[in-house]
C-alpha cells in the first residue's frame, strides 16, 4: 500500500537527485578529507594528565573540564608551523578532489575572524586567519572546498539544548541570529567555497526551528547559486531529519553515513551520499593516543572502493597537531594512498555503481559514456580466477590491467556472459585493478 504523501510545508525542496554541474562534479569526487582542527588539539584528548575517553574534539564536555579553561585554550593557540599550501598539497598528492573544513566545531572556537564573536582565531597570539589561506591553497589546486558548520554551540550563552521557558525562546532567538550571520559571513567571506557541511543539529532546540531552518536555507542558496548542503542541516515541522515525514531526503545528499558504509545499493535509496571516517576509532580531532585498530592504507581503500561501487564518495579525516602540522600516521596514509590513486584514480573519479552481482574479489565500478568496467580486486582467490558475470548480451572485447597496461588477459567463458579472469600466479602486494572493456553482443 502506498501511502498518500501529507502536505509539508518544511520537508524536502526536491524529489530525486540534483542534476546541475555544480552537483554532478560533487558526485564524480571519488575522494575526499575532512580535517577536524580547532582548540581541542591542545590538550589532544588530555587534562591534567588524565586521558578522556570520548572524542578529543568533545573533550569540553567531559565534567573534569572546566569551561572558563577550556575556553582559555585559546589563548595558546599559535600553530606556528601551519601551512595552508602544504596541506593542500598533501591532500594533491594523495589524490582527493574536496575536503572539508570544520570553520567552527561544538567547542564554538571560530578558524576565522568572525565579527560576530571574540571566540575567533583574531584573539589567539596566532590572530591570523586559517580558512581563507586553506580556501585559496586547496581552490588553487583543483580541491574543492566545504565548509563543515556546527549548530550546536558550547561557547555561546544563548544556545539551548531545547526551549522550554520564555527566556530560552528568547535566548535562542538570539542564537538563531548569531548563527545566520555566522553563515553569511562564511558565504561572504570565502565566496568560493562549494558547500556547508552541517553537524550539531540533533538537538530539540534546532529541530523545533523548522521554519527559520527552512528560510535560511533557502537564502543561503539564493545567495549562492549551486550551493551544496547535505541532509543534516534542518528538521520537517513534525521534527524529522535527514528524511521528512514522506521519506524524501532533505538537502543534496545524504549525511548520515559517519564511520560506516552502506552493504548494498538500495540502502541509499538512489540518494547521493558520502562517508565519512576515521583512522582510528570515534576520534575526530588531533588526539595525542590514537585507540582501537588503526586502518591501513589497503583498509582504507577497500572503503574507498566499496563507496565508489555504491555511488558514494568516501572522506577521510585529519587532525591535525597543535603545532599546525600533520601527524605522522596520517601523512603516511595520505602518501599510500596517493600511490595507489597515482596508478588507479581512472577507476574512481566519476566511478559509479555497475549494476552487477558483486563477486567475491572485490567491487566493481563504471563509467557512463564509455565501454569499461572496473574491477577493484582486493581479494585474490587461491585458484587465481577472477569471476564475472555480465549482463546477458554484453561480451568483453578486452581486458587489462590498469596499473600495467600492457598486461592483457584472455578471458575464459565459462557460460552466457560468464567469465573467469585467470591471473598469472603471483604473490598479490597491493589492492588492483583490471579493467574490462565490453561489446554489445546482440
Ligand atoms: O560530534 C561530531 C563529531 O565530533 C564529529 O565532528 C563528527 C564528524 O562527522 N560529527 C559529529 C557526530 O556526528
Given amino acids: 500500500t502506498t501511502q498518500k504523501p501529507i502536505a509539508l510545508q518544511h520537508g524536502a525542496h526536491r524529489i530525486g537527485r540534483r542534476t546541475d554541474a555544480d552537483m554532478e562534479k560533487w558526485r564524480a569526487y571519488g575522494l575526499g578529507q575532512f580535517i577536524h582542527w580547532g582548540l581541542y588539539s591542545i590538550p589532544a584528548g588530555e587534562w591534567n594528565g588524565k586521558q578522556y575517553s570520548g572524542a578529543a574534539e568533545w573533550l569540553k564536555s567531559w565534567k573534569e573540564v572546566s569551561a572558563t579553561a577550556y575556553d582559555s585554550l585559546m ?8 601551512n595552508a599550501e602544504s596541506w593542500a598539497e598533501t591532500a594533491k598528492q594523495m589524490g582527493v578532489k574536496y575536503v572539508t573544513i570544520t570553520t567552527k566545531h561544538h567547542d564554538g572556537f571560530c578558524l576565522w575572524p568572525s565579527k560576530y564573536t571574540n571566540f575567533t582565531v583574531a584573539n589567539s597570539p596566532y590572530k591570523k586567519d586559517i580558512i581563507g589561506p586553506l580556501v585559496k591553497a586547496y581552490d588553487k589546486r583543483g580541491i574543492d572546498v566545504i565548509l563543515y558548520f556546527s549548530i550546536m554551540d558550547w561557547h555561546n550563552p544563548d544556545w539551548r539544548y531545547d526551549i522550554k521557558t520564555r527566556e530560552d525562546s528568547i535566548a535562542f532567538d538570539r542564537f538563531k541570529q548569531f548563527t545566520r550571520n555566522q553563515l553569511l559571513e562564511l558565504l561572504t ?20 526551528q523548522a521554519a527559520f531552518a527552512d528560510s535560511l536555507e533557502k537564502e ?11 541532509s543534516r542541516f534542518r528538521a520537517d515541522e513534525y521534527g524529522k531529519r535527514h528524511f521528512d515525514s514522506n521519506g524524501n531526503m532533505m538537502g543534496d545528499y545524504e549525511q548520515g553515513w559517519e564511520r560506516k558504509i552502506p552493504e548494498k545499493i538500495a540502502d541509499v535509496h538512489g540518494n547521493d551520499w558520502d562517508c565519512v571516517m576515521t583512522v582510528p576509532e570515534n576520534q575526530w580531532g588531533y588526539s595525542k593516543v590514537w585507540k582501537g585498530h588503526i586502518k591501513t592504507t589497503d583498509e582504507l581503500l577497500e572503503m574507498l572502493a566499496k563507496c565508489v561501487s555504491l555511488d558514494g564518495n568516501f572522506v577521510l579525516n585529519f587532525g591535525p597537531k597543535p603545532d599546525g602540522t600533520l601527524r605522522t600516521e596520517e601523512l603516511d596514509l595520505a602518501k599510500g594512498i596517493g ?6 584514480s581512472e577507476a574512481i573519479y566519476n566511478g559509479e555503481y555497475a549494476g552487477l552481482v558483486k563477486q567475491d574479489w ?3 565500478v563504471k563509467k557512463t559514456g564509455t565501454n569499461k568496467i572496473y574491477m577493484l580486486v582486493f581479494n585474490v582467490p587461491v585458484s587465481g580466477a577472477l569471476n564475472v558475470v555480465l549482463p546477458s548480451r554484453t561480451a568483453i572485447s578486452k581486458v587489462y590491467d590498469l596499473g600495467n597496461p600492457g598486461q592483457n588477459y584472455a578471458p575464459e567463458e565459462i557460460g552466457t556472459s560468464a567469465y573467469f579472469i585467470h591471473l598469472k600466479q603471483q604473490t598479490f602486494k597491493r589492492p588492483f585493478v583490471i579493467v574490462l572493456e565490453t561489446a554489445d553482443n546482440s
Fill in 75 to 82: 589563548y595558546q593557540f599559535n600553530p606556528t608551523k601551519f
Fill in 189 to 208: 567571506l570565502y565566496p568560493t567555497a562549494k558547500g556547508l557541511w552541517f553537524d550539531g543539529t540533533w538537538d530539540k532546540s534546532w529541530v523545533k
Fill in 220 to 230: 543561503m542558496r539564493a545567495m549562492r547559486p549551486g550551493l551544496i548542503i547535505g
Fill in 339 to 344: 600511490e595507489w590513486m597515482g596508478i588507479n
Fill in 362 to 364: 572485490g567491487y566493481y
